[in-house]
């Protein structure tokens, strides 16, 4: 991907370009090929493939009956360590990267997901399957730098890295064991993770594992085009991808041209008029200037059996600097949020402001109707300066 490839930050997030460390990046400045291969990763000759190649792409377990209970848990774990560790002997990353991102129809919800190839830059090796059409925007956006909206929340993505043996949890290591696996060797284990909207990097289950061990099949296949300066996008903008043709209880791989999914952009929360009205008549006086912006908080909460990033909704009087409203919510319901925290500044500060500032995207879009209701200005601001005063302090308490 343009910028670097996405590796897990601090947070457990997948960062991507100049938003990862730089040890984490998979590429320098990750160019659009012009020989073949994108700069700053290594060229290398045709990939030596495995025999018979039918036999990674339709494993023999792709036949067993549903309902097999732990026997077919038990497979799909070895289906998945089995492509991992055929994938870590290619090296694909040599050859393959941010243009080379394609597409894998999943043979069981028959969604297209997205993979990319991580480790041009030799440090952070893995593969990344962006999970349907929100996934797939959230690649497409991060492809061209663009960091997507509610990215810091979290990703819609399946994550298979090489690591070393003490990044891989104790009870993955005794699975890997337990099903005959051996790895070895620096970056040699695969650390598999599921990443959600909304919620900290888990481990995967069954069905997570099936789908990501499909598309790390399709990998090996994908990696013999790469090595032949295919290209991977089309004069009308569209992507190469795997598509599963099933016919007398097997499955067949053929080759389609797939649109990439554009990012969706939600409406704004709907708000209580009644309410903005009695607000207006309560506070009439017009006074000064207001802050506002929703961020990610750099600390996980677990509420009820699920871990997640927190969002911190907060209002800043322009000229003191006082904070007039802070809330902590899930991120699911942040922009609502943000539209109650405003109607309370309000109040708490005995006027309402003539400007409000925001910063651009998500936020500015919320409350852009309410502002409207309200009968106060809303401007677009890059980093308003005491918003970002007031953030970096609570970041500061949260950390300690």
């Given at each position: 991907?343009?910028?670097?490839?996405?590796?897990?930050?601090?947070?457990?997030?997948?960062?991507?370009?100049?938003?990862?460390?730089?040890?984490?990046?998979?590429?320098?400045?990750?160019?659009?090929?012009?020989?073949?291969?994108?700069?700053?990763?290594?060229?290398?000759?045709?990939?030596?493939?495995?025999?018979?190649?039918?036999?990674?792409?339709?494993?023999?377990?792709?036949?067993?009956?549903?309902?097999?209970?732990?026997?077919?848990?038990?497979a799909v774990w070895t289906r998945l360590y089995r492509a991992a560790q055929l994938v870590r002997e290619q090296?694909?990353?040599?050859?393959?990267?941010?243009?080379?991102?394609?597409?894998?129809?999943?043979?069981?919800?028959?969604?297209?997901?997205?993979?990319?190839?991580?480790?041009?830059?030799?440090?952070?090796?893995?593969?990344?399957?962006?999970?349907?059409?929100?996934?797939?925007?959230?690649?497409?956006?991060?492809?061209?730098?663009?960091?997507?909206?509610?990215?810091?929340?979290?990703?819609?993505?399946?994550?298979?890295?090489?690591?070393?043996?003490?990044?891989?949890?104790?009870?993955?290591?005794?699975?890997?064991?337990?099903?005959?696996?051996?790895?070895?060797?620096?970056?040699?284990?695969?650390?598999?993770?599921?990443?959600?909207?909304?919620?900290?990097?888990?481990?995967?289950?069954?069905?997570?594992?099936?789908?990501?061990?499909?598309?790390?099949?399709?990998?090996?296949?994908?990696?013999?085009?790469?090595?032949?300066?295919?290209?991977?996008?089309?004069?009308?903008?569209?992507?190469?991808?795997?598509?599963?043709?099933?016919?007398?209880?097997?499955?067949?791989?053929?080759?389609?041209?797939?649109?990439?999914?554009?990012?969706?952009?939600?409406?704004?929360?709907?708000?209580?008029?009644?309410?903005?009205?009695?607000?207006?008549?309560?506070?009439?006086?017009?006074?000064?200037?207001?802050?506002?912006?929703?961020?990610?908080?750099?600390?996980t909460i677990d509420e009820e059996g699920e871990r997640h990033f927190p969002a911190i909704c907060i209002f800043?009087?322009?000229?003191?600097?006082?904070?007039l409203h802070m809330d902590v919510v899930h991120p699911s319901v942040r922009l609502a949020a943000m539209q109650?925290?405003?109607?309370?500044?309000?109040?708490?500060?005995?006027?309402?402001?003539?400007?409000?500032?925001?910063?651009?995207?998500?936020?500015?879009?919320?409350?852009?109707?309410?502002?409207?209701?309200?009968?106060?200005?809303?401007?677009?601001?890059?980093?308003?300066?005491?918003?970002?005063?007031?953030?970096?302090?609570?970041?500061?308490?949260?950390?300690?």
């Open positions: 991907m343009p910028g670097g490839t996405q590796s897990p930050d601090g947070n457990g997030r997948l960062v991507h370009g100049e938003h990862a460390p730089e040890e984490l990046r998979s590429s320098t400045g990750s160019t659009r090929r012009s020989d073949g291969a994108s700069m700053g990763r290594m060229k290398r000759s045709k990939p030596k493939l495995p025999a018979s190649l039918e036999k990674v792409v339709r494993p023999e377990i792709d036949e067993l009956a549903p309902g097999a209970g732990l026997a077919m848990e038990r090296e694909p990353w040599h050859l393959m990267g941010d243009s080379e991102r394609f597409g894998v129809v999943d043979p069981v919800s028959g969604e297209t997901d997205w993979g990319v190839v991580m480790g041009g830059g030799g440090e952070f090796l893995g593969f990344g399957l962006y999970v349907g059409d929100e996934g797939g925007a959230q690649l497409e956006q991060l492809s061209h730098g663009i960091e997507p909206e509610g990215f810091r929340y979290g990703q819609q993505a399946l994550l298979v890295s090489f690591v070393d043996r003490g990044e891989v949890s104790k009870r993955e290591r005794e699975r890997m064991k337990e099903l005959g696996f051996s790895f070895r060797g620096r970056n040699g284990w695969p650390n598999c993770e599921s990443h959600g909207t909304n919620r900290v990097p888990r481990s995967l289950d069954v069905q997570e594992a099936e789908r990501l061990a499909c598309a790390l099949e399709q990998v090996l296949p994908v990696l013999e085009l790469a090595s032949g300066n295919f290209e991977f996008e089309n004069e009308r903008g569209e992507r190469y991808t795997r598509r599963p043709t099933q016919a007398s209880g097997s499955i067949t791989w053929t080759e389609a041209w797939v649109t990439p999914p554009k990012p969706r952009i939600p409406p704004a929360p709907e708000f209580d008029r009644g309410r903005v009205r009695e607000v207006v008549a309560q506070v009439p006086a017009l006074r000064g200037v207001l802050e506002c912006g929703c961020f990610a908080v750099p600390a800043v009087d322009a000229n003191s600097g006082v904070v109650e925290g405003l109607l309370k500044a309000i109040q708490h500060r005995g006027a309402r402001p003539n400007a409000v500032h925001v910063g651009p995207g998500e936020v500015e879009r919320t409350l852009a109707p309410l502002a409207t209701a309200l009968g106060i200005r809303l401007k677009t601001c890059d980093q308003p300066p005491a918003l970002e005063q007031a953030r970096f302090a609570i970041e500061d308490s949260l950390l300690r």
